[in-house]
């Protein structure tokens, strides 16, 4: 996968900012896809930019868009756009600035490139699996990498402001985590990994999908990160069922393995079955 690939989606990316921030100054236009999860009038908006942009750029792609209807034609590609035009949707509502634009591709089921965007602050983080990332702020593009901390007890954690889930506390312990910092976005959470300011994010919960996913762990993996369910499994892409039933668990990759066996008692004992997950 190429840089220049990337930097034609860096552009597209970027240019539905404005749609975003046109719409964060107006009243929100909300509905329901279910009981606690929200969409707006700018997801949609954004959706549609970024699916017309990604048709037009690459035709031959196949398009997972989080705000479009997938008939699963999809499954026939190999190259796979995966969308999500605001992650952080209840973020977005409360105006407080961690929400993100995400667009990733897969290739194969593995994630290999991704752009996470935030609009409001302007503040893009952009990399390649096995190509390096990158921090673009300010017209300036800095390299980035992974904290070397290796003592799963030392490791900063970052977890969500709107999903937490209770078991992460049981998890924070078994660990011997103390410190604790809260954000929005997938994609923001891994950002914040990818430059040394936490080392862990945790999420033991259904709720996340592919396109959570794509673009965040392109970017940490590019940075020396690491991505997996929450038993270690690798994340795969272009599947049928878009969930991740085994949670998500993201790090700077020193210790991942040692964290996945200090999770595995308390997922255990909160009876969660690795092969059915939640």
């Given at each position: 996968m190429t840089l220049e690939t990337l930097h034609r989606l860096e552009a597209i990316v970027r240019a539905a900012g404005p749609i975003v921030r046109e719409y964060h100054d107006l009243p929100n236009d909300i509905t329901w896809k279910?009981?606690?999860?929200?969409?707006?009038?700018?997801?949609?908006?954004?959706?549609?930019?970024?699916?017309?942009?990604?048709?037009?750029?690459?035709?031959?792609?196949?398009?997972?868009?989080?705000?479009?209807?997938?008939?699963?034609?999809?499954?026939?590609?190999?190259r796979v756009w995966c969308v999500d035009p605001l992650d952080g949707t209840k973020e977005f509502i409360a105006r407080n600035g961690e929400f993100s634009i995400m667009v990733g591709l897969a290739v194969q089921g593995v994630a290999v490139l991704g752009v996470v965007y935030q609009p409001i602050l302007d503040l893009m983080y952009s990399g390649l699996r096995q190509g390096g990332a990158w921090r673009i702020e300010g017209g300036q593009r800095r390299p980035l990498q992974v904290s070397a901390i290796d003592r799963p007890a030392d490791l900063a954690l970052v977890v969500s402001r709107s999903h937490r889930n209770p078991i992460t506390d049981a998890i924070k312990a078994a660990i011997g985590i103390s410190r604790e910092r809260i954000s929005g976005s997938v994609g923001l959470k891994c950002g914040l990994i990818a430059r040394q300011e936490a080392d862990l994010y945790l999420h033991p919960a259904p709720g996340v999908k592919e396109w959570d996913t794509c673009a965040p762990e392109a970017i940490l993996c590019g940075a020396g990160g690491k991505i997996s369910d929450c038993w270690g499994r690798p994340l795969r892409y272009n599947q049928p069922d878009v969930r991740r039933r085994g949670g998500l668990v993201a790090s700077n990759g020193h210790c991942h393995s040692r964290i996945i066996t200090l999770m595995a008692p308390v997922l255990a004992a909160a009876g969660i079955d690795p092969d059915q997950g939640w």
């Open positions: 279910g009981a606690n999860d929200p969409v707006t009038a700018a997801d949609h908006a954004v959706n549609e930019f970024l699916v017309a942009e990604l048709r037009r750029a690459f035709p031959g792609d196949a398009i997972l868009a989080e705000e479009s209807q997938d008939d699963l034609s999809r499954l026939d590609k190999e």
